[in-house]
């Protein structure tokens, strides 16, 4: 069993900036962080495998968004920049502990998921 707990959403104006972590309880392959907007299904955002070496960010976030991790402190970040209102939702981070990278990912690829953290951006 793995927990997954996010942090670091908020308020923020548009154009600003958030970073999101997500600290896991164990050892984990494939993350991702996932969000989903008031009436909308839940979508992919960024994914990473174990290493850190491959990552993908969906097209809407390109350039504005980026996914990294420090398995040394078996922690997931989302640093997200010149922040949208339409980037505003509940963010989930989710983990799988089988190995094998899957962009975007297939229902049930992941295994665990985080409790979700609210990130408002005003306009």
């Known amino acids: 069993q793995v927990q997954l707990v996010e942090s670091g959403g908020g308020l923020v104006q548009a154009g600003g900036s958030l970073r999101l972590s997500c600290a896991a309880s164990?050892?984990?392959?494939?993350m991702g962080w996932f969000r989903q907007a008031s009436g909308e299904e839940r979508e992919i955002v960024a994914a990473i495998n174990w290493s850190g070496s491959i990552t993908n960010v969906e097209d809407s976030v390109k350039g504005r968004f980026a996914i990294s991790r420090d398995n040394a402190k078996n922690t997931m970040y989302l640093q997200m920049n010149s922040l949208k209102p339409e980037d505003t939702a509940v963010y989930y981070c989710?983990?799988?502990?089988?190995?094998?990278?899957?962009?975007?990912?297939?229902?049930?690829?992941?295994?665990?998921w985080g409790q979700g953290t609210q990130v408002t951006v005003s306009s």
């Open positions: 164990g050892r984990t392959y494939t």
């Open positions: 989710a983990a799988r502990i089988a190995a094998g990278y899957m962009f975007p990912p297939y229902k049930g690829y992941y295994n665990y």
